[in-house]
């Protein structure tokens, strides 16, 4: 990998993994699924017009329309809604640990229901992941709010593990994929938008932490880390960018910490990196499959 690719994917880790300090700080100023509705027309609306001016339009296909509607509610409608929901509950660097596990999910689903064979190493990843999860989360779903928020966040990883599983493959490369994340952010808006008109006070306080914080989702973890990700996943192929990922629960977690203060314990530290173990482990275990092949 060069170096410039290291510097995209240092980049795209540390814009991903802040999304969730930054949603922390939204939450306490407006309702959280009103937030990231509107968070998702306006970027999906920026990322759509962007996609006009600089790309060809390419028509889809039937199958590529309901994965991208599909692909598009699991993700953004009850992934991170239930996400932002949650973090009126939890800690960000909690928030940030639980999204990490959508590897270690997509794994264990697919060698559950046999989609794929998982390699030993892929195996031990698992159990690794599992083990480092429950270290983690073992003392903080004694207390009830956490509880909550953190079964919503398991909640959610689980609902796009199953979506990536199910549209993998059904969106042809000759796509443009700005273009595609565009029009799955404006379809999971649609049903919080409605979702959040029905259950929620539209009570904003409109403060400075929270316009930059807004801003900042908007414009950063939500279309630059997406352009930044879809050029490295084109430069350097699927495996090679997603082993960027095993960066995302150590990151989270010293943002959370710096920016917002939050205690980060001993067994937090010894869960962190299990998990960091366990996503390197699985990401060895698709590296030497796909060398076989």
């Not at 939500?222 to 090679?240: D, P, Q, S």
Request: aromatic letters at 10%; charged letters at 10%.
């Amino acid at each position: 990998m060069n170096p410039k690719s290291m510097i995209m994917g240092l980049v795209f880790v540390a814009l991903w993994s802040s999304a969730f300090t930054s949603a922390k700080i939204i939450v306490e100023y407006a309702p959280p699924l009103l937030a990231l509705a509107v968070r998702f027309f306006l970027t999906g609306l920026i990322g759509l017009t962007i996609s006009r001016i600089f790309f060809t339009k390419i028509g889809l296909n039937r199958l590529e329309w309901l994965s991208l509607i599909g692909f598009g509610i699991c993700q953004n409608s009850i992934y991170l809604g239930l996400n932002f929901v949650a973090m009126g509950n939890i800690d960000a660097f909690l928030a940030v640990i639980i999204a990490s596990l959508l590897p270690i999910f997509v794994a264990l689903i697919s060698w559950i229901i046999r989609i794929e064979k998982i390699g030993f190493l892929g195996v031990v990843g698992m159990l690794c992941g599992l083990i480092g999860c429950w270290i983690i989360l073992s003392q903080k779903i004694l207390i009830l709010s956490n509880l909550i928020g953190i079964i919503l966040c398991l909640i959610g990883a689980l609902a796009l593990a199953l979506a990536t599983l199910l549209v993998r493959n059904t969106i042809s490369q000759k796509s443009q994929l700005l273009r595609i994340v565009s029009l799955q952010m404006l379809v999971g808006g649609f049903p919080l938008i409605l979702i959040s008109f029905i259950i929620e006070p539209w009570d904003v306080q409109f403060s400075t932490p929270f316009v930059l914080a807004f801003l900042y989702t908007c414009f950063f973890p939500g279309l630059i880390a997406t352009i930044i990700w879809f050029n490295l996943v084109r430069k350097e192929g699927v495996i090679r960018a997603s082993s960027f990922h095993f960066l995302n629960p150590p990151m989270g977690v010293l943002i959370a910490a710096l920016v917002l203060a939050e205690t980060i314990t001993t067994n937090d530290i010894l869960g962190i990196i299990t998990l960091m173990l366990a996503i390197i482990l699985i990401q060895i275990s698709k590296v030497t499959k796909n060398l076989k092949i």
